[in-house]
């Protein structure tokens, strides 16, 4: 959503801010990500994005006796 449409994502993290302070009967900071950080600081890349390699990739093609 982020990268695909900024537009509904600009909107995610005002409803993300406003839910911060809580809603009716709690307490707690609220949060969308499981993060548990504002979701404009959220960093949305996987390992390969950060340039992890993919170790097992097609490792089984004609090696593994199938």
Do not use: W, Y
Not at 12 to 24: E, L, P, Q, T
Not at 31 to 49: G, T, Y
Request: proline share 3%; net charge negative.
């Amino acid at each position: 959503m982020k990268a695909n449409d900024p537009i509904s994502f600009a909107e995610a993290v005002k409803v993300d801010k406003i839910i911060r302070s809580g809603v009716r009967g709690t307490k707690e900071k609220l949060f969308i990500h499981r993060s548990l950080k504002p979701l404009d600081e959220v960093d949305f890349r996987n390992a390969e994005d950060m340039g992890q390699g993919r170790l097992f990739d097609e490792e089984c093609t004609g090696m593994c006796g199938n």
